[in-house]
């Protein structure tokens, strides 16, 4: 049964935490055992020590000087309910290695990173973290902090997502979306269209800076752009028919990247034979002011009916 103190804070993504012990091996124990924390967004990342005020310190209790790792390591028993992280990128230890003498801490941060990956909505995680000697001084120990992580359930919002990567000290940053107009015709209604692999069609981006920049993807109505319509076109009743294969894409310093777009449009009379515009805002996330660059698609659609299949005999 886990026991301890619960201890609640609002910061940032609203994180709670939960410590039922300290942990203690021969002569380094920590406060910091087991920890619970809550409503970690996708595509963020959290210092413990900032949301918390949660470092991780390591106290030398022996007689002797201790060489001290820590380090993310693989689970060691796993809670039940928990999937182990996927990688050990997901907690990095910001400090690794001290020389502490005895009745002396090591304190370091530790930085959760989350994946921006949907399919992680609404999970739980377990990491451990590995604190242990190295030095053949003193009697080899070592002890583990467990660190259980729960998804939220919904993704983060615009104004969360743009917290991780905004910097102040940045203006006016450079870059390119080739093309920016693209035009398909005949699109079958009422079925997913890869646009890459059916179509050809993919966009590429260039970061000429020397920092690498993470870019918004998003289907957006066309009004919101103030992008003209072509003659003989409509704006597409719903942006979201187009999507986006990766909702941020990061683009490495003077470096290119590409990216590609699905089509799916509901079969319905009113859909057959259109001419219509949809419209891909890119906006470069590292920006308090963001700058985007808008890629212009025109769909024709078909004027028939999906075929139906073949009834079996």
């Known amino acids: 049964m886990r026991t301890g103190?619960?201890?609640?804070?609002?910061?940032?993504?609203?994180?709670?935490a939960a410590f039922p012990r300290a942990a203690r091996a021969g002569g380094l124990r920590t406060p910091l055992g087991e920890v619970v924390i809550r409503n970690l967004k996708i595509g963020q990342k959290y210092s413990l020590f900032k949301l918390l005020n949660l470092p991780l310190r390591v106290v030398n209790t022996g007689d002797e000087e201790v060489d001290l790792k820590i380090e993310t390591s693989r689970v060691s028993v796993l809670n039940a309910g928990?999937?182990?992280?996927?990688?050990?990128d997901w907690v990095r230890v910001e400090r690794g290695t001290f020389t502490i003498a005895p009745?002396?801490?090591?304190?370091?941060?530790l930085i959760i990173t989350i994946p921006n990956d949907p399919s992680l909505l609404g999970r739980r995680f377990q990491a451990d973290i590995w604190s242990h000697s190295t030095n053949m001084r003193a009697l080899l120990v070592g002890l583990r902090s467990h660190l259980l992580l729960h998804i939220d359930s919904t993704p983060p919002t615009e104004e969360e997502l743009k917290k991780k990567f905004v910097d102040e000290t940045l203006a006016n940053l450079d870059f390119t979306v080739l093309p920016v107009n693209a035009a398909v015709s005949d699109i079958m209604l009422g079925r997913t269209v890869d646009l890459r692999k059916e179509r050809k069609v993919s966009i590429k981006l260039v970061n000429p800076n020397d920092r690498a920049l993470n870019f918004r993807v998003r289907s957006i109505p066309v009004w919101e752009s103030m992008v003209s319509l072509p003659e003989g076109f409509e704006a597409a009743a719903n942006p979201q028919w187009l999507k986006p294969n990766k909702d941020v894409i990061k683009v490495d310093g003077n470096s290119i990247a590409d990216t590609s777009l699905s089509l799916e449009i509901p079969d319905q009379p009113a859909n057959r034979g259109k001419n219509l515009l949809f419209i891909v805002s890119f906006e470069v996330l590292e920006q308090k002011i963001p700058t985007r660059v808008y890629y212009r698609l025109l769909v024709q659609t078909a004027n028939v009916v999906k075929a139906e299949p073949a009834a079996k005999p």
Do not use: C, F, H, K
């Open 5 to 16: 103190i619960l201890m609640g804070v609002m910061v940032a993504a609203a994180l709670s």
């Open 82 to 88: 928990y999937t182990e992280i996927p990688s050990p």
């Open 103 to 109: 009745n002396r801490e090591a304190v370091t941060d």
